[in-house]
């Protein structure tokens, strides 16, 4: 996914926060409606994929998302009305058994980076059931990679089998870039794609730059789970990929109008509602989030980027801490909590009290220790505990 409008350490092309999408699976024949003039332009745009895609090729690019030719042939035989090759969509995307999901870094990835990635399969794995691991012998596996050509990321959509790429530019290791693509190869499309989008959203084709029209294309067989969601982390901004950027690619309908300014913005926090609840109805439910902090970790049960998810779902919530001093970041009398990106913020009078964790070993406090020396450069400009409601506090 390349980001034609990076305004923020998340992403700004691709997503919202609110979930779900779609996963894009067969047994989701219905809902494939559009307009003519929907049609049109998509079957165009599909026929100019498809017919680039080389002799022998598996795959084909759909911005950042990698899909089966044969689901290309598929989706554009289903627009134009003819005949539907059912065997090309026999299993559809296929997701991850059990949950069980193994990876490899490869050499260009940093140790700041796998750091970034694990953070970010991590926010996935807090809410559904998910297990990344380091893969050992496993024939199918996600292979990290840091691809230099990139500003945004590229990836498989769902478990295409072997050794799939999942790449990240150099500028992009953020947790919404890495959560979205970790959302694709999860077995999630673009939201703006999915099946049902022209009941929400109309897109402005004219307004897309050249060559970019089939980062809109509809997708007439997907799995939506939920309610259409502007929020999710699978998401495009109103103008992504715009031939003017005062020019919009996405508009809600009226009815949703609110949702023009932030559709797509991929943060705080990055997981929208619906984001977490589809990818459950998938997967199955993980252990989930609370209000106590029991490690240091940047995401997972138990961190305080969980404990924050909770907030947000729960007003009124106050934070405690519980965290036992054998933790790895217990250090020079304080618990060191070194998250890789932007904390979600607090909201819905959300009291964040440090002061609550058992162990007092610095008499004059802090007792927690907020550290953003794990975070990327600068120039990102990522923020520390960020205050957006009302009747909020922090202390210790």
């Not at 998340?10 to 926060?17: D, H, M, R």
């Not at 024949?29 to 895609?53: C, E, H, K, R, Y």
């Not at 294309?217 to 992504?240: C, E, I, R, W």
């Not at 977490?276 to 995401?299: F, K, Q």
Request: with cysteine; charged share 10%; hydrophobic share 40%.
């Amino acid at each position: 996914m390349n980001h034609p409008n990076p305004v923020r350490p998340s992403f700004t092309q691709c997503g919202l926060v609110i979930l779900f999408l779609l996963f894009a699976v067969t047994r989701a024949f219905s809902g494939a409606t559009a307009t003519s003039p929907a049609v049109d332009w998509n079957v165009a745009v599909l026929d100019q994929v498809i017919a680039g895609v080389p002799a022998g090729e598996k795959y084909a690019r759909i911005d950042d998302m990698l899909v089966p030719v044969d689901y290309l042939q598929y989706w554009r035989s289903y627009l134009a009305g003819g005949p539907q090759p059912n065997s090309a969509f026999a299993s559809g995307f296929t997701m991850w058994p059990s949950g069980n999901v193994y990876y490899a870094f490869d050499a260009s990835v940093t140790a700041a980076n796998q750091k970034v990635f694990l953070d970010s399969a991590a926010e996935w794995a807090t809410f559904a059931n998910l297990h990344f691991m380091a893969r050992s012998t496993q024939a199918d596996y996600i292979l990290v990679t840091n691809n230099a050509s990139l500003s945004g990321g590229l990836s498989v959509v769902g478990k295409g089998g072997g050794a799939q790429l999942l790449q990240i530019g150099p500028t992009s290791w953020v947790h919404g870039v890495v959560v979205h693509e970790i959302g694709h190869a999860l077995g999630l499309v673009h939201e703006h794609q999915r099946s049902d989008r022209d009941n929400y959203v109309t897109i402005n084709s004219n307004n897309v730059a050249a060559g970019q029209l089939q980062n809109f294309v509809l997708l007439t067989t997907s799995q939506n789970k939920g309610p259409y969601d502007f929020l999710s982390v699978m998401h495009y901004y109103h103008n992504a990929f715009s031939v003017n950027t005062a020019l919009d690619t996405i508009v809600p309908h009226s009815t949703n109008s609110q949702y023009l300014n932030i559709m797509g913005q991929r943060f705080d926090p990055v997981l929208s509602t619906n984001d977490r609840a589809g990818m459950i109805s998938i997967y199955g439910a993980g252990p989930g989030a609370s209000s106590v902090v029991t490690n240091t970790a940047d995401s997972g049960p138990g961190t305080l980027r969980a404990a924050l998810y909770y907030a947000y779902d729960h007003y009124g919530t106050t934070i405690t801490f519980n965290i036992p001093n054998t933790d790895s970041g217990f250090s020079n009398n304080v618990f060191n909590i070194l998250p890789s990106d932007a904390l979600p913020s607090l909201v819905n009078a959300t009291i964040l009290d440090g002061t609550s964790e058992p162990v007092k070993a610095n008499a004059n406090g802090p007792q927690i220790l907020i550290n953003g020396v794990s975070c990327r450069a600068p120039i990102l400009f990522v923020n520390g505990l960020q205050f957006k409601g009302t009747n909020c506090a922090a202390r210790g």
